[in-house]
């Protein structure tokens, strides 16, 4: 035994001695567990206080009241999956209003196709394709095909951007 030890001088870290092992009922460590000391395993009848499926005052968690509000398929907190799925309208989900990148697609195609019928796609159909504006890409996008980007930009973020065409590439980026 550690000679300050053996003259009742502890080293305490907490509620034990670093030096010889010894407990004391004090200054236990409820960070990892708010029921039980992690050091000495001493338990204490206090209620974890849970917020949703975690107790911010320790690491606990628990599989019950997790918070599908920002993602129907994902907990906020612990991001657990669930099975529930999204009611996708009009592009967005009705319970979580994450976006629905399929209807976005579609609509983004949509207005290509609308901007390939519309005079500001005049000169690309002259040249017999359009070229993207995706970044580094330059890829040739034929008449009919491809991707308008600028206008859901705008719908979405209130951006005044001049439309881009972009390929099937470029789109998801
Ligand atoms: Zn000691
Ligand atoms: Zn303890
Ligand atoms: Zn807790
Ligand atoms: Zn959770
Ligand atoms: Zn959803
Ligand atoms: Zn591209």
Known sequence: ??????????????????????????????????????????????????????CPKCRKWRDADHDFSKNCGECAKCGIQSRRSH???DGYCAVCGIVDNRTLLDEAHKKAIQWWESDSSASARRRGYAICDGLDCGRHILPGEGYLRGGILKDIMGLDSSPEIVCEKCVGR
Do not use: P, Y
Request: proline share 0%; glycine share 8%.
């Open 87 to 89: 009611v996708f309208k």
């Open 1 to 54: 035994m550690n000679l300050f030890c053996l003259f009742g001088s502890h080293k305490w870290t907490g509620c034990e001695c670093c030096n010889c092992g010894k407990q004391r009922d004090e200054e236990h460590d409820w960070s990892r567990d708010c029921r039980e000391c992690w050091r000495c395993h001493k338990t204490r009848d206090q209620e974890h206080t849970w917020d949703g499926c975690k």
